[in-house]
């Protein structure tokens, strides 16, 4: 099966076009903790529509959120 990483603007652009169903569907998509952060915990404080779709795809589980390790220069 493949695997998608999403970053903020691809994300938001899937679920405003409504494609995010079908590729939540047929792939693993997975976002990180800091897109979750960005999209849904500060989206929904400014009571955008795509955080709100965003949280229930991650609620029902079939969106992943991965904790990244911090890069150490």
């Given amino acids: 099966m493949s695997i998608f990483v999403l970053d903020s603007d691809g994300l938001i652009k899937l ?4 494609i995010i169903e079908q ?8 976002i990180s903790s ?3 952060e960005e999209v849904v915990i500060r989206g ?6 795509d955080a709100f779709i965003i949280e229930k795809h991650v609620r029902a589980d079939i969106l992943k ?6 890069n150490q220069h």
């Avoid at 590729?23 to 997975?30: H, N």
């Avoid at 959120?65 to 911090?70: F, L, Y």
């Fill in 34 to 36: 800091e897109v979750y």
């Fill in 23 to 30: 590729l939540l569907k047929r792939f693993s998509c997975f």
């Fill in 44 to 49: 929904k404080e400014k009571l955008y529509e």
């Fill in 65 to 70: 959120v991965m904790k990244t390790k911090e």
């Fill in 15 to 18: 679920v405003k076009s409504s």
